[in-house]
């Protein structure tokens, strides 16, 4: 069986965690155009459900997933759930996230745990769950959506770069143990994505700009093309590392931030 989709053949089923809204919903969207039956998943139920009707009425395939990645068992279950009603899991989209921006001496601890529990540990959860049951089957492919936080500092934002590079590092070594079975692994990093978490950071309606032009003050460059990104760019980036196209590539942590990491 095929891991991977193209625009032309359908592919095996697709699970997207974070599916409810921003670089998760375009991700199903794209996965969906692309002929996959998509599993979404995401712990907002009412706003993952419009993203279901929507990519119904156009003609895809996808079933909703109310799900919340931190707890272990619930994403077991839910994963046996999907291979039942849809069938084998061949793609694995991680996006699943979420940010409290704080300094680190204003962090509370629930802030701390819960960055961690979504981001790191609901990753963990999510690829152990899949890909176990891709390690059998010898065939697959994993996403995780981390950020250009992970490896660029960011002031306020130490808990959510924090778990993007236990992330990031976690993909990688999950790439690495699953390479001998045929399974890929990769990360996608974004940086300022035009989504609801990023127009939540912003003060007033100066925000756009101040994100483009960068804080020296801040120690934050600017973004060198200009212009946000669209949850579109990223999708796409994610579809290529999941498709044919990328049947080489495993390990790899691709930037999708117009340059404000500076080629890091």
């Known amino acids: 069986m095929s891991t991977t989709a193209g625009p032309d053949r359908p592919g095996p089923v697709a699970l997207v965690t974070g599916a409810a809204g921003g670089i998760g919903a375009a991700v199903a969207r794209t996965l969906a155009a692309r002929g996959m039956p998509v599993a979404a998943a ?6 993952l459900s419009s993203l279901v009707k929507e990519v119904t009425e ?8 109310p799900l919340d990645v931190s707890r272990s068992a619930d994403v077991e279950a839910a994963v046996t759930r999907v291979e039942d009603e849809l069938g084998p899991i061949g793609v694995l989209a991680n996006v699943a996230g979420v940010l409290r921006a704080a300094p680190v001496l204003a ?7 819960t960055t961690f529990a979504v981001n790191t540990a609901g990753v963990f959860h999510v690829s152990r769950a ?3 049951r891709m390690a059998a089957r010898r ?7 981390a950020s250009n936080a992970a490896s660029v500092p960011r002031s306020q934002m130490a808990a959510y770069g924090a778990s993007k590079a236990a992330a990031t590092s976690f993909t990688k070594t999950l790439g690495l143990e699953l390479a001998e079975y045929g399974v890929r692994c990769n990360v996608v990093a974004p940086g300022s994505t035009d989504t ?4 939540k950071l912003w003060q007033d309606d100066q925000g756009e700009e101040a994100t483009l032009r960068g804080d020296m003050a801040a120690y934050r460059v600017g973004i060198p093309l200009g212009k946000l990104a669209a949850p579109q760019d990223v999708a796409e980036a994610v579809v290529f590392l999941l498709s044919s196209a990328a049947s080489h590539i495993t390990m790899h942590d691709l930037y999708v931030d ?5 080629g890091r």
């Not at 995401?42 to 706003?47: C, F, L, M």
């Not at 156009?58 to 997933?65: D, E, L, P, S, T």
């Open 130 to 132: 899949v890909g176990k």
């Open 139 to 145: 065939a697959g492919a994993i996403v995780t959506v």
């Open 107 to 113: 962090l509370s601890d629930e802030d701390w745990t």
């Open 58 to 65: 156009a003609g895809g395939v996808a079933r909703a997933y």
């Open 258 to 262: 117009g340059g404000a990491a500076l």
């Open 196 to 199: 609801p978490m990023l127009r």
């Open 42 to 47: 995401d712990a907002a139920a009412e706003p």
